[in-house]
């Protein structure tokens, strides 16, 4: 793989919907990215199916390092695809960038939680991002290379905002039963992907977001002024226990907020969109482009 001089080779494991904006952001001649389609990004891409593909060896250069996308499975409690991807590597790499979830943390009742407070997943969901963190975590202790995990919230941005959703009358949690609101913009978190490569940044553990503790039915609503839409309609706890997917309520249930110190202060990324208004303009205003 050619390397730009004085970067380090880059692997964006997963380019999905933000697989292919971290590949954007980073230099063309230095990032590969592994997909299951193995197509586009300019032909930057090699084919990867981490559910199919037999085993092989990946082999790069010297101080490379992997920026992991790929959610795992939702049918093992172990992050199958993250381990088989580990054992493909010919070396280790320099640093690896994991994005994981704030659902590790499980519910707080809405307290302040920062990187030293201890996971307590109460999804399966969650309980399979705390096992993958523990599989990187030791992978990387034993081979000597950095590990940088982000634990990031929802994420939003263009063709993210449920509209179609709001098209549909979906109903949202009444704004008296909505619990603080943790979310990023995807350009905001490709930031932090971005900075967590880099030398001067600290291996460790990293919440993400933008700050803005408004709720879910804040956004849902904000998205429908925007679009000059009908508001969605309401439903208190109690319906919402009853009508609502399991998917859905298992969010819902969960409240905290996110200590944001160390992103600021050590990663050295502040949110662009700190007001998630902005973030909702510039995100209709990208899919309008299109």
């Known amino acids: ?31 590969v990215g592994l ?12 084919r990867l199916d981490l559910d199919a593909d037999e085993p092989r060896t990946f082999s790069f250069e010297n101080g490379y390092s992997i920026v992991y996308t790929v959610p795992p499975s939702r049918h093992d409690d172990d992050d199958v695809r993250l381990k088989r991807l580990l054992a493909m590597l010919a070396t280790p790499p320099r640093r690896i960038v994991y994005l994981s979830t704030t659902g590790v943390y499980g519910d707080r009742g809405g307290a302040l939680v920062d990187e030293n407070v201890q996971p307590n997943p109460e999804s399966q969901r969650a309980v399979r991002r705390v096992n993958a963190e523990r599989a990187l975590s030791d992978y990387c202790e034993n081979n000597r290379c950095d590990l940088v995990i982000l634990r990031v919230p929802g994420i939003y941005g263009p063709g993210r ?45 990293y919440n993400v977001g933008d700050g803005d503790e408004r709720s879910s039915t804040w956004f849902a609503n904000e998205v429908a002024k925007q679009l000059g839409l009908a508001l969605p309609p ?53 899919d309008s482009d299109r």
């Open 1 to 31: 793989m050619p390397t730009a001089p004085g970067e380090s080779s880059t692997i964006v494991v997963g380019v999905g919907y933000v697989g292919r904006r971290v590949m954007a952001a980073l230099p063309e001649d230095s990032t």
């Open 234 to 286: 309401t439903v208190d706890r109690k319906t919402a226990e009853a009508s609502f997917s399991p998917m859905r309520l298992s969010f819902l249930r969960e409240s905290r907020r996110l200590d944001l110190t160390r992103m600021h202060q050590v990663l050295g990324v502040t949110a662009k969109f700190s007001d998630a208004t902005d973030g909702i303009a510039a995100s209709l205003a990208e």
């Open 35 to 46: 997909s299951r389609s193995g197509r586009g990004a300019g032909g930057r891409l090699q």
């Open 161 to 205: 905002l449920g509209i179609d959703r709001i098209r549909g009358g979906e109903p949202v949690l009444a704004e008296a039963d909505a619990n603080p609101g943790n979310r990023i913009h995807v350009d905001d978190l490709v930031r932090c992907c971005v900075a967590a490569l880099t030398n001067n940044v600290p291996a460790g553990i």
